[in-house]
């Protein structure tokens, strides 16, 4: 059975990029995902520095989706490599959050966003789901790594 998640408060909550497990990445402390993803449309420009300091991470992500500044030129090509990093620096860092993660199995993992086709699966289910394949992606890397241990 699918285990969608998009909310802040339900149980699968943790899956959320706006969940509020912050870690280093690049030498800098993150507050969220969110906040790491949103500002590496701008890596290198001060306007970076400005979204990690966000203090929420919807102010993160309305900060992301500005475009008083130019995303930087190769944000399409690496936005799904910008996103696995930190999904799975958010999990190596928090074992509790691993576990849980571990422990849903093989079940498909749906973002459920319902405006969002890219990331989440769009109000009709045609999304392509790209957070939740990432999800599933780093569940069964981190099961391999627990098997050599």
Same mark, same amino acid.
């Given at each position: ?31 969220? +995902?969110? $906040?790491?993803?949103?500002?590496? *449309? /701008?890596?290198? =420009? ?7 300091? @966000? ?26 490599? +910008?996103? $696995?990093?930190?999904?799975?620096? *958010? /999990?190596?860092? =928090? ?7 571990? @422990? ?46």
């Amino acid at each position: 059975m699918p285990i969608y998640f998009y909310s802040q408060i339900d149980e699968h909550a943790y899956l959320s990029n706006f969940s509020p497990h912050g870690f280093e990445l690049d030498g800098v402390y993150w507050p969220t +995902v969110e $906040h790491y993803f949103q500002a590496q *449309k /701008f890596a290198g =420009h001060d306007h970076a520095e400005h979204i990690r300091r @966000a203090r929420t991470p919807k102010e993160a992500k309305r900060l992301g989706r500005s475009r008083a500044h130019p995303l930087r030129p190769d944000w399409e090509t690496v936005k799904d490599d +910008v996103m $696995h990093r930190a999904i799975q620096r *958010k /999990f190596e860092t =928090h074992a509790d959050l691993r576990e849980r993660l571990l @422990a849903t199995g093989d079940e498909t993992l749906i973002e459920n966003a319902r405006h969002d086709y890219y990331w989440g699966c769009g109000a009709d289910g045609s999304g392509l789901n790209r957070l939740g394949t990432i999800l599933m992606e780093i569940r069964a890397a981190l099961r391999e790594q627990n098997e050599f241990l």
